[in-house]
């Protein structure tokens, strides 16, 4: 491995407690047992750098990555600590602290950085693995989030209404084809990093139709939801001093083309724009019917709530050994952190040879059990 026995402080303490700036003798002082480093130093970033990634080439060769490697960016120097920026599952960024260490039983340095649990760990072995684990949960996630959106566009669709407007046979319903929700599933993805779910899926639903050639204007013309929907629009009812848009409970909203050869740049905005043409015949029968009512749910409390995902969560995992969503962040890093220590939650076959365990934490409202090697 390519980790020297050079240090790159600016001040270090030996393990009598003595401080030293940084000299000749300093690298000396920190290979004493108990040195530590008090202030690194930035001048020295491009030769730490260097010295990691050569390390992490030695170490898991064709393995790595591009983004595995360190750069100017990802390194920084705040307060004499040299700070890296690590991830998360959710990718999001956090500072994690890195260091350098000697160890005089064997005469190595090994550089550590401590861990989302506040825990000091192997940089070039363990990190390089919390990221390859990172990004295998975030394909998951990923699959996860893509699979329910064909469920979610059909959610949708019954809580929606949308027409087209003819000037001669009127304001007519639209039904969705398959290939319609392909195209809305597609769509879905793209609108969804940039609106809120719902106007991201009306966004999606306009534009897996053309714009109208007759009119210039989309295909889709109105959209309608009954109050009682669980609809999150930002223009509702009593938001920027608007009136409330109600017909016998139904909301409208009007799509409106931007000019330009663009299909997807039109704006929603709130009420039927479209005062001048009626509904079809057959459209005001269908808004003439009753909306089915649903049964009343009885609200469960909270604690009951995440105890039964809790449960969930933890069945899942004993049974496919997979995180599954119903459990809290901080839940999930406690499990993690169990699976990397070696700890089974499925029950070994043949139990001889495993110890079994309970573990309780303020972050579960129950115990439960463990298996590890004896």
Not at 71 to 85: D, M, P, R, V
Not at 316 to 341: A, C, V
Not at 365 to 372: C, G
Request: hydrophobic residues 30%; negative net charge; contains cysteine.
């Amino acid at each position: 491995m390519s980790i020297s026995n050079k240090f790159f402080c600016k001040k270090c303490k030996d393990n009598s407690g003595n401080e030293f700036n940084s000299n000749p003798a300093c690298d000396s002082v920190m290979l004493l047992s108990g040195s530590e480093c008090l202030e690194y130093d930035p001048n020295k970033k491009n030769e730490i750098i260097e010295e990691i990634n050569d390390t992490w080439r030695d170490v898991h060769g064709d393995k790595m990555g591009d983004s595995n490697y360190l750069n100017s960016a990802t390194l920084k120097f705040s307060n004499g600590k040299i700070i890296h920026k690590g991830e998360t599952l959710e990718d999001a960024p956090y500072d994690e602290e890195i260091r350098k260490v000697y160890d005089s039983s064997n005469n190595t340095a090994t550089w550590e950085f401590k861990d989302s649990d506040n825990e000091w760990k192997n940089f070039i072995t363990d990190y390089f693995y919390v990221k390859e684990s990172l990004k295998r949960n975030r394909k998951k996630l990923m699959k996860e989030n893509m699979d329910r959106i064909p469920q979610m566009i059909d959610d949708k669709l019954r809580e929606f209404n949308f027409y087209t407007v003819d000037p001669k046979k009127g304001k007519q319903k639209i039904s969705f084809t398959d290939d319609d929700r392909e195209l809305m599933k597609n769509n879905f993805v793209d609108m969804s990093e940039k609106y809120p779910e719902d106007i991201a899926f009306i966004r999606s639903v306009v534009s897996c139709r053309d714009i109208d050639d007759k009119t210039n204007e989309p295909f889709v013309r109105l959209g309608s939801y009954r109050d009682s929907s669980n609809i999150n629009l930002p223009f509702s009812k009593r938001v920027n001093g608007l009136e409330k848009v109600l017909d016998g409970g139904i909301n409208y909203f009007t799509i409106m083309n931007n000019p330009g050869p663009d299909n997807r740049d039109f704006k929603i905005v709130p009420g039927d724009r479209i005062k001048d043409v009626d509904f079809d015949e057959e459209t005001k029968e269908m808004m003439s019917q009753p909306q089915p009512q649903q049964p009343m749910k009885r609200e469960e409390p909270f604690e009951e709530v995440m105890k039964n995902k809790e449960r969930k969560g933890l069945a899942s995992l004993m049974e496919k050994g997979e995180l599954s969503n119903d459990f809290t962040r901080p839940q999930k890093k406690i499990i993690e952190k169990l699976k990397r220590e070696g700890y089974l939650f499925k029950q070994p076959v043949d139990e001889g040879g495993y110890k079994k365990m309970r573990v309780k934490s303020k972050e579960f409202t129950e115990a439960f059990e463990v298996w590890k090697k004896s």
